[in-house]
């Protein structure tokens, strides 16, 4: 019957299987009877219980045994003697055991030789102690069931001791790894922790999400942790691994959503949420036993929180760094790229396109047409410049490129637009103006180096010749110098400091004054601070003209009430319109009220908009030409000729008058040079409005136009423009003189 219970082995030799080499067990005999000791060994010599061998430790009495379980603490069950040096030698030594050296899975077993000294019941539970028999009971078989019982227990302990370590092990790597926000250190972690949990090399743990890090393939396996020489393939696609066993075993668990557990390697497969899974891969070399897989599972399930908690990050962070709308970085992570190379001394050049007219495009064909032109662009730019170009959306249609300089210039970048976009229906050119820089590291910062781009940007954005620019620092004094004639601008307006001056305007047939044209002037201490051909398109440039426009519409009014108290209460009065005025929404609103408030008759108003502003936008721009003409404002072009209307365009704009540009006024002393103002006029009368010319200077100039049936002029011929008190006294002294000259 022992026999059959027990593998004895004496004679087999050694074998060469994984249980030949398995450590033994340890038994530990404690007795002061020599005889118990001998008895012992011969019955357990040489014995295999569970596959394991023993070994037998021997002491014979409570005090050696001390030092026994001191240095041997993995001793699995002991055999106790209860008397020995005392009555109660073998309980101190339980005692000492269990609350001294706190070896909790050590099994005891307890022998005396009378059943006298049999302990209290509630000793054996206090002290966990396995069985209790007298020496008598112990027979051959007896002691051998009693000690594999024994020993059974103690391994069914220590897994459990083993998968308390292993969970606090997981809780602890678990606690660390939640906070990790980026994949790669995430992965990293992930790597670390399961090494250490299995005890396998670094490079037998392979970490891999479905999609790409970089979002873009959202549907093939992506390595993003490995070490080792898998190391060079994170962020690779999965395929890439040379191993073709990692490759196969990952993908099965990915498709078959689910751990796999194999004869040699593990896989784990979590799943975050829908779209984000992942799968680990694990060379164990050998099946999991027992004892780690559900550990292996616990530590999954909480990975799998710890990944959801990235991609979450992972997501946040794509968000603050990219556009949604084209899917490029955004400003924030190009000034992050410009840091980088600024720092890394990079021989590359940074460039910023921007978009001709496109808000008139998105105003004209909808923002819809105008996103899709965006993504048009962002992906013509992805498409036609080198993957190492970086690439970003920073304003409205703005982009960003940083690159080699044989990718980054002005011919290479302008090249990119020359074919047409394709938007829906359309097929849309496009024309950029382009800012560049070169020489980044002499930029502070990416800021630094971003602004400066910018500072060409709005240099070529001017510039009506060549569309770019590249920076040089000179620019910042320009720009310098702009913004702080703005900042004085906006101060002066402020204070009220600005004026509005008049010039007047005669009709050329009869000499008579008919209206005067409201110009601004801005007075400083000496003179004029600036002239307005430089402060107005500041003004217009930085939106104060909307403020100051509407300012100069109310003196108009003002200077109407002085006029008709001087007894000149039909003269007309024109006030110039910028483009960014006309553009306002409710910019006929606004000149509706202030006539109403100011009670000016509309008829007495002639708004000047330039050729450019009537050219705009053809529907848009006759629609709001109509309302201001319903209003009974009369309108005029200013500056004619100076731009590029189309004849048929102009023919269905609502205007009243054409103002022959000072330019051309000029030339008419010259050869030939009467053709420009010979065609305005004809083509004034052709289409029934009046036409004003400007700068008349000399009395040869008037006569030539008179002679061409011009109707008005306006010049230092007749007058400059005067400031608002001088000008009632300037129209009687004038009066008064005309009425001389025709007297007979
Ligand atoms: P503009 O509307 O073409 O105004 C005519 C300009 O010619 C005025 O210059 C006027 O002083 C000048 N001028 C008049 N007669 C003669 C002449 O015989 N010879 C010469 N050489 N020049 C003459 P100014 O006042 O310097 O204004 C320049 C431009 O500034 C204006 O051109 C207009 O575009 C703009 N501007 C002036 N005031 C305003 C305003 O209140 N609002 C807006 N939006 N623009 C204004
Ligand atoms: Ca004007
Ligand atoms: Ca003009």
Redesign the pocket.
């Known amino acids: 019957m022992i026999d059959e219970l027990l593998d004895w082995n004496d004679a087999e030799p050694p074998q060469a299987s994984q249980s030949a080499n398995a450590s033994p067990w340890k038994l530990l005999v404690v007795d002061d009877d020599p005889e118990v000791h001998s008895v012992t060994r011969f019955v357990l010599h040489d014995l295999r219980i569970f596959d394991r061998p023993l070994r037998l430790l021997h002491a014979h009495s409570a005090q050696e045994a001390r030092e026994r379980l001191r240095q041997h603490p993995d001793i699995a069950v002991a055999l106790v003697d209860v008397v020995m040096e005392t009555d109660q030698a073998g309980l101190d030594l339980v005692e000492y055991i269990r609350n001294q050296l706190g070896l909790a899975e050590c099994r005891l077993i307890l022998r005396t030789g009378q059943p006298g000294y049999a302990p209290e019941l509630t000793v054996i539970h206090q002290y966990d102690i396995n069985d209790y028999r007298t020496k008598a009971e112990l027979t051959h078989t007896r002691l051998i069931t009693t000690v594999s019982a024994a020993l059974r227990a103690y391994e069914q302990l220590r897994a459990l001791a083993e998968n308390r370590r292993g969970l606090e092990l997981i809780i602890h790597a678990t606690a660390q790894l939640m906070e990790q926000h980026a994949i790669a250190s995430l992965a990293e972690g992930i790597l670390t922790q399961l090494a250490a949990l299995l005890k396998l090399p670094l490079d037998g743990v392979v970490c891999t999400q479905r999609g790409s890090p970089f979002g873009v393939d959202t549907e093939r396996c992506y390595v993003v942790g490995a070490a080792g020489h898998y190391a060079p393939y994170i962020a690779q696609p999965l395929e890439r691994l040379p191993n073709r066993r990692i490759v196969e075993a990952i993908l099965e668990s990915v498709t078959n959503n689910q751990h796999i557990f194999k004869s040699d390697c593990t896989v784990l497969y979590l799943k975050a949420a829908p779209r984000q899974e992942a799968a680990i891969f694990l060379d164990s070399g050998r099946a999991l036993t027992a004892l780690d897989r559900p550990l292996i599972e616990v530590f999954a399930a909480n990975i799998t929180a710890c990944f959801r908690n990235v991609n979450l990050v992972e997501h946040l962070h794509y968000i603050a760094y990219h556009d949604p709308l084209t899917r490029l970085p955004n400003r924030l992570r190009f000034v992050t790229d410009l840091d980088a190379a600024v720092q890394a001394r990079t021989d590359a050049a940074v460039a910023l396109l921007d978009i001709h007219h496109f808000a008139d495009l998105n105003d004209g064909l909808g923002e819809d047409t105008g996103n899709l032109l965006l993504v048009a662009v962002a992906e013509r730019l992805r498409a036609r410049l080198e993957p190492t170009c970086r690439l970003a959306r920073i304003g409205a249609d703005l982009f960003g490129v940083l690159g080699p300089e044989a990718q980054v210039n002005p011919f290479s970048l302008m090249a990119l637009f020359h074919a047409p976009f394709k938007v829906g229906e359309y097929q849309l050119p496009v024309t950029i103006a382009l800012g560049l820089c070169r020489n980044l590291d002499d930029a502070k910062s990416g800021l630094d180096l971003l602004k400066r781009v910018n500072v060409a940007l709005n240099h070529a954005k001017r510039s009506l010749s060549t569309h770019h620019e590249y920076y040089v620092a000179a620019m910042e004094e320009t720009t310098r110098r702009r913004v702080e004639i703005i900042r004085r601008l906006r101060l002066d307006f402020q204070a009220e400091k600005l004026q ?2 008049y ?1 007047p305007q005669i009709a050329l047939a009869t000499g008579e004054v008919v209206g005067v ?5 801005w007075p400083g201490e000496q003179g004029f601070v600036q ?3 430089v402060f ?1 398109p500041l003004a ?1 440039y930085s939106g104060l ?1 909307i403020q ?2 509407a300012w ?1 519409l109310e003196q108009a009014c003002v200077q109407h009430a002085r006029l008709v108290a001087a007894g000149f209460e039909s003269l007309k009065i024109a ?4 483009m960014p ?1 006309f553009r306002k929404a409710d910019f006929v609103e606004e000149v509706a009220s202030i006539l109403a408030n100011r009670q000016m008759p509309p008829s007495l108003l002639e708004l ?1 908009i ?1 050729e450019s502003i009537a050219m705009d936008e053809p529907k848009a721009v006759a629609q709001r030409l109509g309302a201001l003409k319903r209003l009974g404002v009369s309108l005029a072009i ?2 004619f000729g100076t731009g590029y209307s189309s004849l048929g365009h102009l023919q269905a704009l609502p205007i009243d008058c054409l ?1 022959i ?2 330019s051309f006024v000029n030339k008419i002393d010259q050869n030939q040079g009467g053709l420009f103002a010979e065609t305005i006029v004809g083509l004034s009368r052709k289409l029934r409005v009046n036409s004003v010319a ?4 000399t009395q040869e100039q008037a006569e030539f136009l008179r002679g061409l049936g011009c109707t008005m002029a ?4 007749y007058a ?2 005067m400031p608002p008190d001088q000008l009632a006294a300037w129209l009687r002294t004038r009066d008064a003189s005309q009425a001389r000259e025709s007297i007979p």
């Open positions: 509005v001056w010039q044209e409201a110009l601004m002037r002239p307005p051909d107005i217009e003209i100051i426009g100069v006030v110039n319109v910028s005025q000047e330039t200013d500056d103002k540009d000072r400007e700068g008349v200077e306006q010049g230092y011929l400059r423009p």
